[in-house]
């Protein structure tokens, strides 16, 4: 045995005491830590092919001749290039997430990294580094942790990119996106996110992956996606964990 295997296993017992292994959608009894029992396993609305090149959003028909897009990537084409994420967001994608989120649930991120590696291989494959959507500050410190930054990192560490959670910052504070319309989210966001100067350089030519949790109706990566390329960086694609059905496809 390796030393750092021995590490592992430690530290796996280590958290295995913190967090007793149950199931990262019902709280039932699992044998793996953060992972999901057979029922919510099979209740998780994997995303698959075909899906829209843009959005990453499920399509209705394989059209078998080169990429459709949907309808939303033609009439509202976003900021960031293409969006990939592992599951639609309702059942057991969302209790996921607010296990994660609001139970710190930290044993979760590994899990859930793990599933958005699957999901975001092709962007994974291009991406320069991988930026974590940022929060602002009173905000994380009434969290404690940012989600993003928590998804980001092992993200990174396992497709061998630089994790630069710095590169972006969020530099005013915005009022919750619930309940705006669309046009009202945009507006909310104006100007939330900004590269910082000194950080201008090492952006440069670089093309970003950009991490979150959960898209919702990508007003907030748009956002960060236009300060990354305003900042510097060439492209920008999206990799979240969940992704909330746009009702225009
Ligand atoms: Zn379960």
């Known amino acids: 045995m390796q030393p750092h295997d021995a590490l592992r296993g430690f530290a796996r017992a280590a958290l295995a005491l913190v967090y007793p292994p149950s199931c990262a959608g019902c709280g039932g009894a699992t044998m793996d830590p953060g992972a999901l029992c057979p029922s919510c396993w099979?209740?998780?609305?994997?995303?698959?092919?075909?899906?829209?090149?843009?959005?990453?959003?499920?399509l209705a028909l394989d059209p078998g001749i080169g990429p459709l897009y949907s309808p939303r990537a033609i009439a509202d084409p976003p900021v960031f290039d293409r969006a990939r994420a592992v599951a639609l967001y309702d059942d057991t994608a969302r209790r996921m997430v607010h296990r994660f989120k609001y139970e710190d649930r930290l044993d979760l991120a590994?899990?859930?990294?793990?599933?958005?590696?699957?999901s975001g291989r092709e962007?994974?494959?291009?991406?320069?580094?991988?930026?974590?959507?940022?929060?602002?500050r009173w905000r994380l410190w009434r969290r404690r942790f940012n989600q993003a930054a928590l998804l980001a990192r092992p993200v990174a560490r396992r497709a061998g990119l630089p994790f630069e959670p710095r590169l972006l910052a969020r530099v005013r504070a915005t009022r919750p996106q619930v309940g705006l319309s669309r046009a009202g989210r945009a507006e909310n966001l104006q100007g939330a996110?900004?590269?910082?100067?000194e950080r201008r350089a090492a952006l440069?030519?670089?093309?970003?992956?950009?991490?979150?949790?959960?898209?919702?109706?990508?007003?907030?990566?748009?956002?960060?996606?236009?300060?990354?390329i305003r900042g510097g960086a060439i492209a920008v694609d999206l990799l979240t964990f969940a992704l909330v059905a746009d009702p225009l496809g």
């Open 110 to 118: 590994s899990a859930m990294a793990r599933m958005m590696m699957a």
């Open 42 to 58: 099979s209740s998780l609305r994997l995303i698959e092919a075909p899906l829209c090149p843009r959005y990453g959003t499920p």
């Open 193 to 197: 996110f900004r590269v910082p100067q």
């Open 204 to 228: 440069q030519g670089r093309r970003v992956l950009l991490v979150d949790d959960v898209t919702t109706t990508g007003a907030t990566a748009n956002a960060a996606a236009r300060a990354l």
């Open 123 to 136: 962007l994974l494959a291009e991406a320069d580094c991988v930026v974590p959507v940022p929060l602002y």
